[in-house]
DNA sequence: TCTTTATATAAGTTTTTGTTATTATGAGCA
DNA sequence: TGCTCATAATAACAAAAACTTATATAAAGA
């Protein structure tokens, strides 16, 4: 009986297509070349036919290798779930997680909770990324990213996805020094030069829909769009006009330019949810609810 | 570093519980029964916990054991899924197909064109199994079989499933030799008493849209649901009466038979489409082929 | 209590997987 | 074309793993 496909086989497979190359993908894994050259050869053997064309640089995957790779794959991630299924039965958090977040979100909130999360569960070990919401998203449906944390709304498709609400924060605009009454409605925010993030990200859609757009991206022949908030108000603090925050980046205002350069916007529109998103099948639920607890905290950052 | 889950771990506890025992599945597999005893054992440390009771007899599986159960059958499924890939790029056809039929088209259809595929492709080993729709859909879902053959309409959901249509056949009434003109209407239909299958079989659902409920279960204090379209015909063979047959039921008929004991249904509803249904992550798509245009050569026997 | 029946353990063998050393291959270039 | 460098394949051997038979141990029924 010609024996069967085995885990490592494929998890050999897809470190050398990662690699590129036999003897880098060896190193990865720990072992020598030969040992990844058998094996891999094994798994042709079984497959009936060239997986690698070894002859490119870097090693390329043949037109049948293609074909299997989503099948390979698959059984690497399906492994990846169990275990992560049988670490969610245990008692002590441990494990991995992959978190990802949005450029508006991530200097507020990560650098705020972090280091409380790793300090409460040393055995979870977290790798953050960052990327805009359509990515971010393609990422968790392609199991790269195990959850995202991201604002509502979102226009890309939900499938597949679960989303977890955490809190709601309001949207302001920054300006200069008195340059605003405490509060604005939407009619007089439209009167405004407004500073805009560049495209892809889900702020700025949701800003176009509370400014004009015609008086939102030029100003005086100039076209800045900005990928940090940050580099938006620093505009407005020496350009003038105004840009639109969201609370966690007034926050980081200090007490009084809470007051003196932001002001309130009168409209139910000016908010976003944020949320944790993740895909359906994600197994790590404790380790979910550790991040979730953790993020709540930068809520009452004193509990 | 502690080593990682296999797949033949999980396969031998897969066969344990199928099993009952050790003893019993270690010798399914081939293996003996200490070998068997040494993966379990290493699963259960890889995984933390006992997975099988072995004080209950058959031995159980414990609720640790169920809570993984999915994944760890997730696991093998997707191995089966790689291989089936494989064997799909191979130009030889070779494999397993695990076909099922329900029981008003099994012993019509199977019988004729089984002795054809098999000798077409004697490398694919075919498992043949009769169930009722409603079970043959699930245990497509549960990927327990990979293809049943049946009848539309069907009630069930379709979710995940393909339908790839073979062709239509008309019902028409069974009944004593010159009993009936040789076309009815639903109308005329309806003032016969009529012998139904019993419960679960799809045609009978069907044959009561058809029929008046109130004359068709019972007839002369009888009430005889019968679970096979022969045993119907021999019931009005002695007892009088009509019964519902599909094209297949008839075509086994004596020439002469055709047209003296059956009659046509002049109705659009007097018909059933002959279907295949398969999991839309089912991989074997060319054994698919084989079997379905082996299956239409019952259409012309001759070719 | 004594069988009976089943799983666990022990000791030793085979198979598999891995290592190091060496050879073969093929792309880039004079 | 032939040389050189980088990279993979092969050979020979070592370590680890998985399996076997024989035996011990535990639980259930007579």
Redesign the interface.
Known sequence: MSS?????QVQYFEALLKAGSFATAAHTLHISQPALTMQIQRLEA????ALVNRASRPVQATP?AQ??LP??L??LR??E???D??AD??EHLKGHLHIATIPTIAPYLLPTILPKLVDAHPDIQMDIEELPTEQLLEAILQERVDVGIMALPISHSLQHLDILPLWTERLRVYHLEGACQSALTLDALKKWPTYLLAQGHCLRDQVLGLCDPAVSAQRQGMHYQSGSLETLMRLVDHQGGITIIPDMARNQLSQVHQTTKTSAITSELAQRQIVMVYKQTL?KKRLLEALRLGTLSYLSPHA
């Open positions: 069967a496909i085995t885990r490592v079984l497959v009936g036919g049948l074909k299997l099948h390979l698959e059984v399906r492994f779930d169990l275990e299924a049988i039965q245990q197994q």
